[in-house]
């Protein structure tokens, strides 16, 4: 699965928590800037339809403050970039053998958290 379907897949994701929750895209534009987010409240909408791709970093900003406002008793849960499922499991496969090998640091000059 490419980037822009793994975006589509949390645009998605991201409709369905705010139905759920029955918020508007105002008051995730508001919580997502108050942590950080770069992208207006008119882009994130155009993201949600569709007509706007946004970064990787930006998406998942937006799925945390998505998880942060909604209520989890719903069962509906926004996925970051890393949890949308590939839909080839060769996919899945090659993307877990980068990190065979790795110490558990998260990397070259990064820990996990």
Known sequence: MDDDEVGREQARGLVRALDAADLAVGALWLHYFRLGGEVQEVEIDAYLHHALRLPRLERDLLAHAANELVDHGSGTRVPYSSEVPA???????????GTEGTDGDGGPGGAQH
């Open 87 to 97: 839909d080839d499991p060769d996919e899945t496969a090659r993307g877990a053998e």
